[in-house]
């Protein structure tokens, strides 16, 4: 039986488990999907011995991801170009990485909104963590012809801009309601309208009509930012898909098999959203 596994600290909260095991039924394999919180000091040597554990490769979640881009061997471009790693596997004995978080972004805006990057002139991004940085490489894959990056510290902001180039300008989070106009994207990355967190205010009256904006936070589904454009009739996409389908080349690694990103499974996740926040078990 095949084992894989997502690690971080902590770990309580991943839904991967349940989108992985759905994934197994569904294909008929034998295998398990385990949720494992290891704290930092003691995640190289976990990475390291994966395959004494039986594991042939799992999903790595903050805070681990820039570590396992240490330990691993990697190609994948992507990876190497956000120094982050969220996907490992075994390759014999060789500790193997990629980082599929760009590839989640992507497809989710591909299947919901499709067409999106047909005229991706400016784009806004909130936030300037780990999830920006996919989020960015992911846009100027696309071809955006400039990004307004707003974080809440501008320094944080600047050094990220700085890191993707000349297309990336950071702009003070006092600015981010100006910096909506004309924009064709605009991409939450931060934890404000989180369940729990504080709302993002934020003044969307200066967004084109034929704007698209998409928060990666997906508890709630729709964040106070969502509903707030879909009120005033602007293309929406939540962050529920993301994490889906940046779920998919791990599994196929891993299992053999490339699963499907469907309305069974985004259904069957949405239940247990719900269901956490309405405290059942």
């Not at 488990?17 to 704290?39: D, K």
């Not at 999106?116 to 963590?129: K, N």
């Amino acid at each position: 039986m095949k084992r894989a596994f997502v690690v971080g600290y902590p770990i309580s909260h991943s839904r991967s488990p349940l989108i992985h095991t759905f994934w197994l039924r569904e294909a008929g394999i034998t295998g398990s999907y385990e949720r494992l919180a290891v704290e930092p000091a003691a995640f190289p040597d976990f990475a390291n011995t994966l395959k004494e554990q039986g594991f042939v490769g799992g999903n790595v979640t903050v805070p681990h991801k820039e570590e396992a881009f240490r330990l691993a061997s990697v190609d994948d471009q992507v990876a190497r170009d956000l120094h982050a790693v969220n996907t490992l596997w075994l390759e014999g004995d060789r500790l193997r990485g990629a980082n599929t978080d760009v590839v989640g972004f992507l497809a989710n805006l591909d299947q919901e909104a499709l067409g999106w990057d047909g005229r991706l002139g400016r784009a806004v991004v909130l936030g300037a963590g780990g999830a920006s940085r996919a989020v960015l490489y992911g846009l100027l894959l696309r071809g955006a012809g400039e990004i307004l990056l707003a974080n809440r510290t501008f320094e944080r902001a600047r050094a990220l801009a700085a890191h993707f180039g000349p297309k990336v300008k950071p702009v003070a989070w006092e600015e981010a309601d100006t910096a909506l106009a004309g924009a064709d994207i605009l991409v939450n990355t931060t934890s404000l309208g989180m369940k729990g967190q504080p709302s993002l205010e934020l003044d969307l009256g200066g967004l084109p009509e034929t704007a698209l904006v998409t928060d990666i936070v997906y508890v709630p589904l729709e964040t106070p930012l969502l509903a707030k454009a879909r009120a005033l009739g602007l293309r929406t996409v939540d962050g529920l898909g993301m994490l889906l389908h940046q779920a998919v080349p791990g599994f196929e690694r891993w299992f053999g098999v490339r699963p499907l990103v469907s309305q069974q499974l985004r259904a069957l996740v949405l239940a247990d959203i719900e269901g956490r926040s309405q405290g059942a078990p």
